[in-house]
């Protein structure tokens, strides 16, 4: 259970692509770039078996590349044998595949992609037209015969991006006509579909779709952006916070979309304007608690202090004083988890200087009894002295804290109007921001892209975007510009996901863990720790460790019900695992998309 990739140099976007997507999914692969291969690929076993489940060319022809007349006999062999089946991943039509010449070449954003009624079957998980980010290259092209080709992805006037070629003897691959790197959104949504046809459905590894959203500063305030000065105001009667009506438009918000807010709260701010306001009373956390059910609450210290040069007493001190805050007003915050205000008390490669990590925070953290710390997923990190810096978006260690990286996002910390945001981006030197729409359909398009890359790191945003504008009364106009980007996202979401797929919202501990498992996998697979192999109705796992090892399977009798059949983790034994394969699941309806939910498990433990 194992999958070949193959380039040509290896720089191919469909090999980059397919590389890290399987690295993500947890599938066992080996990638090879055919001009450093110095020995022969290895197709079969000792005893006929095939040494790999599925094969993955980055483009066409790389077979006649890598093999001689006599291997590739062999590898044909294995395929009519054993129903072993290739993915060319970009390929130039012809008669060799099936196809017509192209009658036509150019950019695939011209075009409309659409599922055919195969293509609903291999892609249960879609809607019927493909979305399409520029940058790809398509041919197009015609089936020579409906009975040797079987179009998926039908582009104008029939012609085929998409589908599967049946040989004369058996054999079966699928070809895209088109290219596709890994953040092209029309390439992240068909890989999970290729990869269950590729393995007939069962493989080692699993997908699923992620939306965890979390709101910092909430009950503090935030600096307000002045469009007429270009320059961030820091006066305390300036701050932007967000009001009672603001806390209720978001509860009401996140039940009809079916979305929970993960709220990192400072209880500094609501301390502060409860005595400001005279009696101790803040209307804006009265409004959070009663509507407490649409929220989740994270500790993001209690005054949003700079930890970068506190000392180990003073950390523990914003720690602890709000979670004590928090059990007196009758907060349930999510237990060992921290956002330290602006990401301080952690390294900043990207501050000038660059900055350190405090070495007060390790201790403070373990004495904190934190587990699991927010970073900015768009930052690298330092690793130990004399090693590569983490990349960004990494999981790491602070002494036993897991750093969790959370994307950022395009509305920034000081701006709760579209003129902010516009100005804002432009006198940080963004090029091109013409409009608020421009903004926000550029920023959906990447939030969606995550969405359906199997990734389940945050994304975070800050309580002034959540501000909605009123008029003198106090009556409610204009939702917040919070709104205005993930009621895109989420049409987005419901535009192209089909009724049966579900939203994932793991917390930043679920986050934390989930990522853990991965890498932990990881290293089993490089370590080599676990074999498995297919026959005809079980899937057989060896654990070849002492102790017992995790592992992440689709397709077989255990798990939970997805859109791709069963997956989830699997708790192995030291020793053999024998798994019924789950029989093929119906196709999924295709009404619209369901909203995002707040389910947040991922699989068996």
């Known amino acids: 259970m194992r999958l070949l990739l193959l380039g040509l140099t290896g720089t191919e976007p469909a090999y980059g692509a397919w590389a890290r997507w399987l690295s993500r999914a947890g599938v066992p692969f080996d990638a090879i770039a055919l001009k450093d291969l110095l020995e ?103 089936a020579e015969s409906a009975s040797r080709f079987e179009t998926l992805v039908a582009g104008p006037d029939g012609s085929a991006l998409v589908g599967i070629h049946r040989r004369d003897d058996g054999r079966e691959e699928m070809v895209q006509t088109f290219d596709a790197n890994f953040a092209q959104v029309q390439g992240q949504l068909l890989r999970a579909g290729q990869l269950a046809w590729l393995t007939g459905g069962t493989y080692i590894g699993f997908a699923r779709n992620y939306l965890s959203i979390q709101i910092d500063d909430v009950l503090a305030g935030n600096h307000s952006w002045r469009v007429d000065t270009h320059e961030s105001d820091r006066r305390p ?35 502060q304007h409860g005595a400001v306001a005279g009696g101790g009373s803040d209307s804006l956390l009265a409004a959070l608690l009663a509507d407490r059910e649409a929220f989740g609450w994270i500790n993001h210290t209690f005054g949003h202090r700079n930890l970068d040069e506190l000392g180990q007493a003073e950390i523990e001190a914003e720690i602890e004083r709000n979670f004590n805050w928090a059990n007196e007003v009758g907060i349930a915050f999510e237990p060992h988890t921290l956002v330290t205000g ?72 000081d701006a709760a109007t579209p003129s902010q945001v516009l100005d804002r981006l432009r006198s940080e030197g963004h090029v091109g921001v013409n409009s608020f729409s421009q903004v926000v359909d550029a920023e959906a398009r990447r939030v969606f892209r995550s969405v359906v890359s199997n990734d389940p790191r945050p994304h975070y945003f800050h309580q002034s975007n ?31 996901l089909s009724n049966d797929v579900v939203l994932l919202q793991p917390s930043l501990s679920e986050s934390g863990r989930l990522l853990l498992r991965l890498q932990a996998w990881r290293d089993v ?81």
């Open 466 to 496: 959540l501000i909605c504008a009123s008029d003198r009364a106090g009556t409610e106009t204009t939702p917040g510009i919070f709104y205005a980007l993930m009621d895109a996202v989420l049409e987005r979401c419901r535009a192209h």
């Open 40 to 142: 022969p690929i290895e197709f079969d076993g000792e005893h006929g078996e095939s040494r790999f489940q599925g094969i993955i060319l980055a483009e066409a022809g790389l077979m006649d590349i890598a093999l001689d007349g006599s291997a590739r006999a062999g590898l044909e062999r294995l395929e009519r044998t054993h129903g072993l089946r290739r993915l060319i991943a970009y390929a130039y039509p012809g008669p060799e595949l099936g196809l017509s010449s192209p009658r036509w070449s150019g950019r695939l954003e011209e075009l409309e992609a659409t599922l055919t009624p195969s293509g609903r079957r291999v892609f249960p998980y879609l809607q019927d037209r493909l979305p399409i980010d520029p940058g790809s290259w398509a041919y197009l092209a015609s």
């Open 237 to 271: 009667e300036s701050s932007l916070r967000m009001t009672a009506a603001d806390a209720r438009h978001a509860a009401r918000w996140a039940r009809s979309q079916g979305v929970r807010l993960d709220l990192a709260y400072n209880g500094a701010g609501s301390v």
């Open 342 to 413: 602006a990401h301080t008390g952690l390294a900043n490669l990207a501050a000038t200087p660059p900055r350190p990590q405090n070495p007060h925070l390790r201790g403070a953290l373990a004495a904190q009894r934190i587990r699991y710390l927010a970073c900015d997923a768009s930052r690298a990190y330092p690793a130990r002295q004399g090693e590569a810096a983490w990349p960004p978006g990494s999981t790491f260690m602070i002494g036993t804290a897991v750093a969790v990286p959370r994307h950022p996002t395009v509305l920034p910390h």
């Open 525 to 605: 697979l490089a370590i080599g720790s676990i074999r498995a192999y297919l026959e005809p109705t079980r899937v057989v796992m060896v654990n070849d460790s002492p102790v017992a090892l995790e592992a992440p399977i689709t397709g077989t009798v255990a798990g939970e019900r997805h859109t791709a059949g069963n997956s989830g983790w699997l708790r192995l034994p030291p020793g053999e695992t024998v798994l019924e394969r789950q029989r093929k699941p119906e196709p999924a309806a295709h009404d619209g998309a369901r909203t995002a939910s707040h389910r947040s498990g991922f699989g068996l433990s």
